[in-house]
């Protein structure tokens, strides 16, 4: 494993752990640090849930924003990385963040 990642242990909603790979926490305060063999893990106070319930409040609010315009279909993509801090983070690409946005006209609404 890369030295800048690091594994972190999310729940999910029935109590089941999972172990994922995250970047390493920059706050120690807020994520407990527990020891497995010689490896170290990261417990994140947060639920998959919690976390992921972040990124559909930022896909409806671009998705609200684009739909005042006259689009029939309105699309957004964009990419997710745990951290054991914030939960969810918007990858980026080249240094900004990167969304996709595809924006479709069928010309049902004219009929």
């Known amino acids: 494993m890369n ?8 729940l999910l909603e029935d109590g089941t752990a ?10 120690s305060s807020a994520v407990e640090e527990v020891s497995i063999l010689d490896e170290t893990l990261y417990k994140s106070e947060q639920s998959i849930k919690s976390a992921l319930s972040k990124a559909a409040s ?9 739909k005042a315009g006259a ?8 990419g997710l990385d745990l951290s054991v801090e914030s939960g969810v983070i918007i990858s980026t690409v080249g240094g900004g963040v990167n ?12 009929e």
């Open 3 to 10: 030295e800048d990642r690091v594994l972190a242990e999310f």
């Open 71 to 78: 689009a029939d279909e309105v699309e957004v993509k964009f």
């Open 58 to 66: 930022i896909a409806t609010s671009v998705m609200s924003s684009l």
């Open 99 to 110: 969304f996709e946005v595809t924006l479709k006209w069928t010309g049902k609404g004219a």
């Open 18 to 27: 999972v172990r994922v790979e995250v970047p390493r926490p920059l706050d």
